[in-house]
């Protein structure tokens, strides 16, 4: 990651009106061309709902209540917005040009909104959609609409009653999410006009270690069953 992007996101997060998340590392799979990309990721819910109502996504729970009563703070379902920036390095861009490759960097910022449904403390699923932004030198920005067919969240160290409650079984969140690309591409959009690369729709995939920043700002009791 480099230290500009480090500053910028550090700034976003400062700003976030609800705790957000900060990728540590995020990478998505390659098209049939350009790829794999690789980069940060910044989420953070904006919607929470719980028994049919609108509530709070993060207000503090009282110390000292039953996990019954406490369990009533929570919100089950979280409509979650992601934003990603992420790039394929100086990776070949097509393998089919093998005397002069293509090596020019392609960038990719991806926002997905995502329902997601709370299966357990330590597990949250959910679906959506959202768009990417494919660009980079020698080409016009390419816009393609998205559907995730499937995104989950899974906080190892919260599976543990011993930890639940604890901050740092909180922190540490694994991501993976699946994007169908609803359009294809070809390498004269990027650009180039010797290769014959030609995709139509794909299902890409992106994993992400995450650091949770609101789970040291806000008491970890609120992440519950």
């Not at 940060?40 to 049919?52: H, I, K």
């Not at 019954?68 to 089950?76: I, Q, S």
């Not at 040009?97 to 995502?114: A, C, F, H, I, Y």
């Not at 299902?203 to 700002?217: K, N």
């Amino acid at each position: 990651m480099r230290w500009g992007r480090l500053v910028v996101l550090f700034g976003v997060l400062t700003l976030w009106p609800h705790p957000a998340y900060a990728s540590f590392w995020a990478w998505l799979e390659e098209l049939s061309g350009p790829g794999p990309f690789s980069g940060y990721v910044l989420s953070g819910p904006v919607l929470c709902e719980r028994d049919g109502k609108l509530v709070p996504c993060w207000r503090p729970i009282p110390k000292n209540i039953s996990e019954a009563e406490a369990d009533t703070y929570r919100p089950k379902r979280l409509v979650v917005l992601s934003v990603g920036s992420l790039d394929s390095d100086h990776r070949v861009r097509f393998k089919d040009e093998q005397q002069t490759p293509d090596k020019r960097e392609v960038n990719v910022v991806q926002v997905s909104g995502l329902y997601m449904f709370r299966l357990h403390r330590a597990l949250d699923a959910g679906l959506g959609a959202g768009v990417m932004r494919f660009s980079g030198e020698g080409f016009d920005p390419l816009l393609r609409f998205t559907l995730v067919p499937a995104s989950l969240s899974f906080r190892p160290l919260a599976v543990s009653d011993r930890y639940k409650d604890r901050w740092f079984a909180h922190f540490v969140r694994l991501e993976l999410e699946t994007s169908f690309v609803t359009e294809g591409f070809t390498a004269a959009e990027f650009g180039n006009s010797t290769s014959t690369f030609s995709a139509g729709r794909e299902l890409l995939t992106r994993g992400a270690l995450v650091l949770d920043l609101g789970s040291i700002v806000w008491n970890p009791r609120i992440y519950g069953h």
